[in-house]
């Protein structure tokens, strides 16, 4: 029995469908951004690069792929290749004129570490306004529910003396506002981002109240604060050293919810019909309400859901991360962690790439301070200005869920 001959494909047309790929401007425009980033990237530890050549030729490189790819049907990407192959190519002059024992001893272990930590609330908050945008109701009030979990958690701490009960509080809290929300946005049909500013204001205005009230000497009573959880095994381990331990040795109980939040988010809102319903909803909630799911019920779930999610992040602030609580301790956490739900397109492990993405530059600001000998007000700016290029759509145009932010009205 005789089977077919196989045929092998041709190698000319294989290095010609090479020769084309690496011709389209995309690719251009992508390698352009890559190398923008490695003319910055040569100049810090492990290589902290001592010649001027490198990065120059680098950036200068980006630079012209960026050119490139811009007249050719890539504008958006070949301008951020060649912001990149300037501003790649600069920062790493700047960093040649600083010592290497100082870019040494910014560059750690403990930064990932501090990144983190500073990632935590806003990963919490953005994940809750993933729920809340994904079934149709926009949430501005974020930075509220925060706020009244920090408050909450830290009162709830004292009260119960238990590091659980504060949590349970802040939980709690986060719920009653969103749920205030939901009422005022799905079922009064009012404009939700008023009623997200209104959320805002009266956390503001009652947490701050509260505080004032009942701890005008300020906290005196001992906060039971949530523990950081202790990974012995992680250190010293061959080859690596303490480079782990340092990273994920010591941190919060909080932290590590935080990544299970992440993951069960994306669980939820991809793998299990819940999730299904809550995009249905957020995408077509007519054709959502003709099979019968409900869509009051489920954007009111997803809503409360994105409360008490917001108060988690907003507990760690206070009872896993400083052990006290002052006025509008938050200061636009919320607003950032919606910054990063639209740079990551609604979307779980993007906008928790994002919260990473400005929980660096929150961390970075501290070192950068002490060590680098850089203006305070500067580098405090470093988060919001990431923030502020996520909203302007620098990245990407985020197409959000097709039916958000407009009231659905049964027939």
Excluded: C
């Excluded at 790819?69 to 600083?98: H, N, S």
């Excluded at 109240?209 to 949530?226: K, M, Q």
């Excluded at 590590?256 to 019909?273: C, D, E, H, R």
Aim: glycine share 12%; no cysteine; proline share 5%.
């Amino acid at each position: 029995m005789s089977f077919p001959e196989i045929q092998q494909p041709n190698p000319r047309i294989r290095y010609r469908a090479v020769a084309t790929r690496a011709s389209d401007p995309h690719t251009i425009g992508l390698v352009g951004v890559g190398l923008g980033l490695l003319a910055f990237w040569i100049a810090l530890p492990p290589w902290t690069t001592r010649e001027l050549a490198w990065p120059i030729v680098i950036g200068f490189l980006a630079f012209a792929l960026g050119l490139s790819a811009y007249p050719r049907g890539e504008r958006k990407l070949g301008a951020i290749a060649m912001f990149l192959g300037v501003v790649g190519t600069l920062g790493a002059i700047w960093l040649q004129t600083k010592d290497t024992d100082t870019l040494d001893s910014i560059l750690t272990a403990g930064l990932i570490a501090s990144m983190l930590r500073f990632a935590t609330p806003l990963a919490f908050a953005a994940m809750g306004g993933i729920m809340s945008e994904r079934s149709g109701v926009v949430n501005i009030g974020l930075e509220g529910m925060m706020l009244g979990g920090a408050f909450f958690g830290v009162w709830g701490s004292i009260i119960t003396g238990t590091r659980v009960g504060g949590i349970i509080f802040a939980m709690v809290a986060g719920a009653l506002f969103a749920l205030l929300h939901a009422i005022f946005s799905i079922t009064l049909r009012s404009d939700q981002i008023v009623s997200g500013f209104a959320i805002n204001l009266l956390a503001l205005g009652l947490t701050g109240f509260l505080f004032n009230s009942i701890y005008a000497g300020g906290i005196r009573d001992e906060v039971s604060r949530v523990p950081n959880v202790n990974l012995a095994f992680l250190d010293d381990i061959p080859g690596i050293g303490n480079f782990l331990f340092d990273v994920f040795g010591n941190l919060n109980f909080l932290v590590w919810m935080m990544f299970l939040a992440v993951i069960i988010s994306f669980i939820v809102l991809y793998k299990t019909p819940t999730g299904l319903h809550i995009r249905a909803v957020g995408e077509h909630p007519k054709a959502a309400d003709t099979v019968g799911i409900s869509v009051q019920t489920v954007r009111y779930g997803a809503v409360v859901a994105s409360g008490v999610l917001a108060a988690l992040g907003g507990a760690f602030l206070s009872i896993g991360f400083v052990g006290d609580f002052s006025e509008n301790m938050t200061s636009g956490r919320g607003f950032i962690a919606l910054a990063a739900v639209i740079f990551g397109k609604w979307r779980p492990g993007w906008a928790f790439a994002a919260t990473l993405l400005f929980g660096f530059g929150f961390a970075l600001a501290i070192p950068l301070q002490h060590e680098a000998d850089v203006s305070e007000n500067l580098i405090s700016a470093l988060p919001y200005v990431l923030t502020l290029v996520a909203l302007v759509g620098l990245i990407g145009r985020s197409v959000p869920p097709a039916a958000i932010g407009k009231p659905y009205i049964k027939q």
